[in-house]
């Protein structure tokens, strides 16, 4: 608020209204699945109108030739008619962006699992960013110290080598994701198929795979198949229900984390009150549960005060410090003598050679999304200011403002179908029927519907929250990006129909 | 101004006013003068209290010096709370434990209107404009007086309801009971504070009540004044005190009788011993 | 010597993004109960035909007036109006008789069935003594609400209102003087948070209106006669009787 204060551009791509576009300064009603469409379409106009930042280019990328080849047929009129914006517009905003670099920023978005061809919109965004030149500019993008940074780690034995495969098919299935990373729907349906072998047991921390994975049918289907499942959790969520045995964690404020790094600066997190009821923080649970199962040495600490004093062995601050100031900056990173990426060629890379050995395009290209058939709607999902993903619909005076998860349809839609603001309506999916209440409104495409995430509870120990509105995870089929990994959650269809009496 | 049967001589006059009739108890004299105290507490912090431009009868001066007074509003309503507290009590406790005894033979006797009382209505206020007007008799208290003891009835079972109301509101099972609680408190005290003006003054003002004024303190009032006045109430005690003494005459008339029987029958048994011997 | 405080908020309602921050924090200070806020934000709806739409948010609160009108109602004046500017309630001395409520223009009153007494924003007076903002002005996402002194000219409420066009929620019939000023409000939205008519429950009128006039009938027409009797009496002189 304060850089659109400040005089700063907006332009938001939604199919939806959200506050976001409320405030920004313009707002495009993009057809879902198409954002890559209009961004390939900038980048066409940035190359093929000179409009691009040729030093940056020059010096920090690789692989320019193979991109500007690679978008040649991607005008605003091919892709005006892909995302429904005027080309007119698409073209005048390339020439604004272009204009106000590198004080220009296109935003990678937040949750950017939508579409199967989602992983191209993200490269082509990062593609953009890369032709102004905006690194490490105002308005651009800022470089901050790596997570971590400055802190010492605990000095543990070798882990052992783990010779079975990864159940979430990294990097067996899925090459191009980091392994420190996963794809968590893959352990669901692998557990369920057995496929490459049948998992028994399941842990599952700081996770609510009940209501955050696809198919929530499946996913209990898959639960019911585990001999064993522990849920650590802070409050009694949907995962925690299913569960034979829940470790309750300390919520942020009654515990100490490890130490991070954010922008140079050292943060704790330390507990503002003792833990309630039994609870436990984590460091406290993995380091009972290493020692029991004779683990112990990868546990080198006494207890959290002493993995945090250890975290901060090799700088001048001390615990006691960092508990009164609550942060610690660090003396800042130099800056290094020219911008070095962390790719291959230790430039953007335009063009990837990475990509191209697993057989992906090496530039982004076009990859046509799904559309929803006759009488069908994209079923959008989100998330509102109100609620943090799914693990506060239970508070009370969050509860209180949102108890649950209206459907928005498009008001000249729900006209058609004889639908009333504040009829109940059922939502039906190839995997599964959820009732919500309907919400008419100008502010979404007529072929799309949206719900928030993070209703619909199992839980009866969400006492507030139990049954109120209807989860998408019941309705999303499982639909996985082969590079990234992502769901996408967009590409489900759903009908709509009043539910009478 | 009495209500007198006939004029007295000078001589009746001075004889009556020798007399001395009891009218109050002491227990009637106690409640009376803790009552005058509390109205003189309780009526200026209560005015005090209330401060609203909207409601407000006295100058904010007085609002003001009386919270300066009382050091704040939190005290000033806490004094009045706590002293209409034990007003209340005081009050019921006389009132309770009397009330088979003495609270309703007092009310029945005294306090009920008769044809004279209504016929007092018609002439009083001719007499008061200045025409010559004959009031009928009146007993131990007159119509208006009567009348009064009905404002202070009423307005003081309603003082007291509301007063609790106030002071512990959240007891009550709506709030539209406190809302109105507020304008009957404040109604009810105007009622009777109206009569208070004119039984102050004629209790303690107006000259022909001097004798009613002391009876406050010692309970008795003088014969000339109950035989202007109230004329039904002497006769009344008259004719107790004749009733008694013609009692007493009686009782002694048969005493004597007896007596000289007694005399008799013991003359007639000496003479008989004397025949014997 | 230094001016007295005059404490006002200015909102800047381009900058709101309807996020309830602020009716959260401050539900969390004061333990508001549920059913019950002493702030609001009112989501003025999606406005306009797809796809050219607007959203506005409006914020709001107590305006701690200049001349509140429900401080006038309060019999006791157990509601009040600081030095500071700011209108609080004197919890020990609240009856919750509730006349304040429909005194308000902005209904921001509301009773606290948990404590029995009237309920309202203050300003989070305790925080601003201590020299911090109120809670829903800290943790404010957008930066759209501000608080602060308006009679010192250096403070940023002053700078705001001097450096942009704001408006304060009032009508030409209806002005109590409120201390919140409004930046980037609609005019199209004006009629919509328009403040009514300060009323008195009904218990309050017919006090008003018709038991203090009628009392005061009573009592004034004992008082003449009876001082009408008194001056008769001493032109008379004693009589023979007493």
Avoid at chain 1, 235 to 264: C, H, K, Q
Avoid at chain 2, 53 to 69: A, K, Q
Wanted: glycine share 8%.
């Amino acid at each position: 608020m304060s850089a659109i204060a400040n005089g700063t551009h907006v332009v938001v791509l939604d199919p939806r209204f959200t506050k976001t576009a409320a405030r920004a300064a313009e707002w495009l009603a993009v057809k879902p699945g198409t954002d890559l469409a209009f961004h390939l379409a900038l980048i066409h106009e940035l190359i093929y109108n000179d409009l691009y930042d040729k030093q940056f280019v020059a010096n920090y990328t690789e692989g320019f030739d193979e991109l500007k080849a690679g978008v040649k047929e991607y005008t605003p009129e091919w892709a005006a008619e892909k995302c429904e914006i005027p080309a007119e517009t698409i073209a005048r905003i390339a020439q604004e962006f272009a204009a106000a670099a590198p004080h220009a920023f296109a935003h990678p978005g937040w949750r950017t699992s939508n579409f199967l061809n989602s992983f191209q919109t993200e490269r082509a965004i990062a593609i953009l960013n890369a032709l102004i030149g905006n690194w490490n500019q105002p308005g651009g993008f800022r470089a901050v110290a790596g997570e971590g940074a400055g802190l010492a780690s605990l000095p543990t034995p070798p882990f052992p080598r783990v010779g079975a495969l990864r159940l979430d098919g990294v990097p067996w299935k899925y090459p191009l994701v980091p392994l420190k990373l996963g794809v968590f729907q893959e352990i669901r349906d692998n557990a369920l198929s057995g496929d490459p072998y049948q998992a028994h047991g399941w842990f599952i921390y700081r996770q609510n795979p009940v209501d955050s994975i696809p198919d929530r049918k499946k996913t209990l289907e898959a639960f019911a198949k585990m001999d064993f499942i522990v849920t650590t959790d802070i409050i009694p969520n949907d995962t925690a229900w299913f569960s034979d045995v829940i470790l309750p964690e300390a919520s942020y404020l009654e515990r100490y984390d490890p130490l991070t790094v954010v922008d140079n600066t050292i943060y704790i997190r330390q507990p503002a009150i003792a833990p309630l009821g039994e609870s436990k923080s984590g460091l406290w649970i993995f380091k009972q549960l290493g020692e029991r199962l004779g683990l112990g040495d990868y546990f080198p600490y006494a207890d959290e005060e002493d993995y945090l004093r250890q975290q901060l062995a090799d700088l001048p601050v001390t615990l006691e410090d960092l508990k009164y100031q609550g942060y610690y900056t660090l003396p800042p990173t130099p800056e290094p003598e020219d911008l070095v990426f962390l790719t291959p060629s230790g430039k953007v890379d335009l063009s990837s050679a990475t990509l191209e050995k697993q057989g992906f395009d090496a530039v982004p290209q076009w990859e046509e999304p799904p559309e929803p058939g006759e009488g069908q709607f994209y079923l959008l999902t989100g998330k509102v200011a109100y609620h943090t993903q799914m693990a506060t619909q239970n508070n009370k005076y969050l509860h209180e403002m949102l108890p649950q998860n209206p459907l928005w349809i498009n008001k000249g839609v729900a006209a058609n179908l004889h639908i009333k603001d504040g009829d109940q309506v059922l939502v039906e999916s190839e995997v599964g029927k959820v009732p919500f209440q309907a919400f008419t409104t100008e502010g979404i495409r007529p072929d799309c519907v949206y719900t928030t995430q993070g209703f619909g509870k199992f839980s009866k120990g969400l006492r507030l929250a139990y049954a109120e509105g209807g989860s998408d995870s019941d309705l999303h089929v499982t639909y996985t990006d082969p590079i990234s990994g992502s769901q996408a959650l967009s590409q489900t269809m759903v009908k709509i129909s009043r539910i009478i009496g | 101004m009495s209500s007198a049967p006939r004029v007295l001589s000078l001589e009746e006059r001075k004889r009556l006013k020798n007399v001395r009739i009891k009218k109050h108890n002491l227990a009637n004299i106690l409640l009376h003068w803790f009552n005058v105290a509390s109205w003189f507490v309780l009526l200026p912090t209560g005015l005090a209290i209330l401060i609203s431009p909207h409601f407000r009868v006295v100058s904010l001066h007085f609002n003001n010096i009386l919270r300066s007074m009382f050091g704040g509003l939190f005290n000033l309503l806490y004094f009045h709370q706590t002293w209409g507290l034990i007003w209340i009590f005081v009050i019921l406790f006389n009132v309770i434990l009397g009330f088979r005894k003495y609270f309703v033979p007092f009310s029945s006797r005294n306090m009920m209107m008769d044809r004279d009382d209504i016929e007092w209505f018609k002439m009083k206020p001719l007499q008061v404009l200045g025409f010559k007007a004959e009031l009928p008799p009146q007993g131990a208290y007159n119509a208006g007086q009567k009348a009064y003891s009905y404002v202070v009835f009423l307005g003081i079972i309603t003082i007291m309801i509301t007063g609790l109301i106030m002071t512990f509101p959240e007891y009550m099972p709506a709030r539209w009971i406190v809302q109105w609680a507020l304008p009957l408190h404040f109604l009810a005290v105007g009622g009777v504070v109206a009569g208070l003006v004119v039984h102050v003054y004629m209790g303690a003002i107006f000259p022909e009540e001097k004798s009613a004024f002391f009876s406050m303190f010692t309970g008795n009032v003088d014969g000339l004044y109950a035989y202007s006045h109230h004329y039904k109430f002497f006769k009344q005690k008259v004719a107790e005190i004749e009733e008694w003494e013609k009692e007493e005459k009686r009782k002694i008339a048969e005493e004597m009788l007896l007596q000289r029987e007694r005399e008799e029958r013991e003359k007639r048994q000496e003479a008989n011993k004397e025949i014997e011997s | 010597m230094a001016t007295k405080k005059k404490y006002g908020f200015v909102i800047d309602v381009r900058r709101c993004i309807g996020c309830n921050a602020c009716t959260v924090a401050c539900k969390e200070q004061w333990k508001v109960p549920v059913g019950h806020s002493r702030n609001w934000v009112l989501d003025m709806g999606i406005q306009g035909s797809f796809p050219d739409l607007t959203q506005t948010f409006i914020t709001g609160q107590c305006m701690h007036c200049d001349d509140p009108p429900c401080v006038a109602a309060c019999p006791s004046e157990a509601t009040y109006k600081r030095e500071d500017g700011l209108v609080v309630i004197d919890e020990d001395t609240c009856i919750g008789c509730g006349y304040c409520i429909p005194a308000c223009l902005y209904d921001a009153r509301f009773y606290n069935e948990e404590k029995g007494v009237a309920d309202k924003c203050n300003g989070c007076f305790d925080r601003v003594e201590e020299g911090e903002l109120p809670a829903c002005v800290a943790t404010c996402v957008g930066g759209a609400r501000m608080f602060g002194d308006l009679n010192d000219p250096d403070s940023q409420v002053s700078r705001m209102i001097r450096e942009n066009q704001t408006v304060r929620l009032v009508t030409d019939e209806t002005n109590p003087g409120p201390n919140v000023y409004y930046i980037g409000l609609p005019e199209e939205l004006y009629s919509e948070v328009a403040p009514h008519p300060s009323e008195l429950p009904a218990a309050g009128k017919v006090w008003k209106k018709g038991v203090i006039p009628v009392v005061g009938l009573a009592v004034g027409a004992t008082v003449i006669g009876q001082a009408i009797a008194f001056g008769a009496q001493l032109l008379k002189g004693e009589s023979i009787d007493e």
